[in-house]
């Protein structure tokens, strides 16, 4: 029992830390891909292509003056963002990096990182209701609408992975897929992975979903009151959920830590990256949507295609249960 | 039906998330369009209105063009330029008597008087940059400066003595190029 205490202990500090550098290099990759898509140069002035550029911003961030509106709820304005920011820790302890290099084996991982990165939208609520200030207060209803509506299909279309799987072990969920990208579970469940890919930019509120924070028209949505580090956790959850719902991408339908030639970890990570840049160069590509647009695309396409999904592979599964011999 | 064909063509519209994706992928790969400023300078300068300056003369590049008639003056609508006319040089004793004989005998007498001016005051604080006192020069003898650079500490600093900045732009200039590139350098 103390080796597994110790096992999550270090995986704990290891989060922490990756955490941290995610949203330095991220904050880094994001504005270079947005000057480049733009043909600016983006950073470039501070280091080495720009590379001390977040660094800079975070010691602003950190030294700026912690700052509260008038009227505002003192306990739950300040709540909010450490609350964005403490379940993301957790999140990443089930994901399994390699075959080994996991801090927590737990069969029910999938539904632990589901149910957690849940309260991610309760702590916008919370945000934006504290801060006493009319943007703030509807970007927070957005919030809740858009990570309700988009959290079934999300659940949808990861179940049926599970459903092939028979597992909600991420572990196992990967050790049934193969070395190569014919064997990954993207080839069976195309459709579940489009829709889980379009229902994450929606639980992650990144654009063209960004409604909660979108700056036309609320100044910047729930976190308009936020100033210094209040923001700079929210930021930091922002893309530490973003690396959460790429990781999961990867183990449940890119083949996780599989791959030729090179080592598992190698493998994951470079997985996660394409994913992420490919979540970049969506918010630099599209504008972002209308809200009953939003609602339409969830309620009247990702819903029914999830259901039609899921009950097709489970008649699929309970067949191939009589009839293929493994 | 209706439905069928709208929900399929929502279906194919699809593609056009691709198209937008190819956009940006292709203007990921092109080069910038960004200069680097302080480390590079703009090149493309031909469009660029800057301050008033007086174009120089075909024999001398360095002599104004103007012929001091004033229009311009009349015609700014900010009142920003003053042109101050040469006096007439004082005639040497021969020059007087011919002149006193050209009286006696009826002649017209050609006046001597230089027409570049002596001055040409122009106040940039002013001046909107409208380009009327351009069009209404009879002698072609103003244009725009293409000095991007210009720059100074106090109000007086932009208000100049043209006359006078041709001449410098002689002075700095190396070669006796036409006045533009000259005056930029002097500024910068």
């Known amino acids: 029992m103390p080796a597994e205490l110790i096992r999550i202990l270090i995986g704990l500090v290891a989060v922490a830390l990756s955490v941290g550098l995610i949203g330095l290099v991220m904050v880094w990759v994001e504005r270079k891909v947005a000057g480049h898509v733009q043909r600016r140069p983006g950073p470039y002035e501070v280091g080495p292509y720009g590379l001390l550029q977040p660094l800079a911003d975070a010691l602003k961030l950190v030294g700026k003056q912690l700052f509260m509106p008038d009227n505002a709820d003192p306990i739950l304005f300040w709540l909010a963002p450490v609350l964005s920011f403490l379940p993301v820790l957790l999140l990443f302890l089930p994901l399994p990096l390699g075959d080994e290099l996991f801090a927590l084996d737990i069969n029910l991982g999938l539904l632990l990182i589901l149910a957690f990165s849940g309260l991610a939208v309760l702590s916008l609520l919370l945000g934006g209701w504290a801060s006493n200030n009319k943007y703030g207060l509807l970007g927070a209803a957005r919030a809740v609408a858009q990570s309700v509506a988009y959290e079934i299909p999300l659940l949808l279309s990861v179940l049926a992975v599970c459903f092939v799987a028979g597992s909600l072990n991420l572990a196992t969920v990967v050790k049934e897929q193969g070395t190569w990208p014919w064997n990954w579970n993207i080839m069976t469940q195309p459709l579940a992975f489009l829709i889980y890919i379009v229902s994450a930019l929606g639980e992650t509120n990144r654009a063209p979903f960004d409604l909660p924070e979108a700056e036309s028209e609320l100044t910047a949505g729930f976190h308009t009151e936020y100033s210094g580090m209040g923001f700079g956790l929210f930021f930091l959850a922002e893309y530490a959920n973003m690396v959460v719902v790429c990781s999961v991408a990867t183990v449940l339908f890119l083949g996780g830590w599989h791959g030729p030639v090179l080592p598992g970890p190698v493998w994951f990570v470079l997985k996660v990256s394409l994913l992420m840049l490919l979540l970049v160069f969506f918010r630099w590509t599209y504008p972002r949507v209308r809200f009953d647009q939003l609602l339409n695309i969830n309620w009247k396409w990702l819903m029914p295609l999830a259901v039609a999904n899921l009950m097709l592979t489970a008649f699929f599964v309970k067949l191939a249960q009589y009839t293929v011999v493994k | ?188």
């Not at chain 2, 174009?55 to 008639?69: A, H, T």
């Open chain 2, 1 to 188: 039906m209706n439905a069928i064909k709208e929900a399929l063509k929502t279906v194919s519209d699809l593609w056009s998330l691709m198209v937008g994706l190819k956009v940006t992928g292709k203007y990921f790969l092109e080069p910038q369009r960004t200069v680097r400023y302080p480390w590079k300078a703009v090149a493309n300068l031909d469009t660029y209105k800057g301050h008033l300056e007086l174009v120089g003369g075909m024999k001398d590049p360095f002599k104004p063009r103007c012929i001091s008639c004033g229009m311009c003056a009349l015609a700014c609508p900010s009142n920003c330029l003053t042109v101050v006319k040469k006096k007439a040089p004082k005639p040497t004793p021969e020059e007087e008597k011919a002149l006193a004989e050209a009286k006696a005998n009826g002649e017209k007498v050609r006046d001597k008087t230089p027409k570049d001016p002596e001055k040409f005051l122009y106040d940039y604080t002013l001046c909107s940059l409208c380009g009327t006192c351009m069009e209404n020069c009879p002698a072609g003898a103003l244009r725009f400066s293409k000095n991007v650079y210009m720059a100074g500490y106090s109000r007086n600093d932009f208000q100049f003595d043209l006359v006078l900045k041709l001449r410098e732009s002689d002075a700095r200039a190396p070669k006796a190029e036409p006045a533009a590139p000259a005056a930029e350098k002097s500024e910068a």
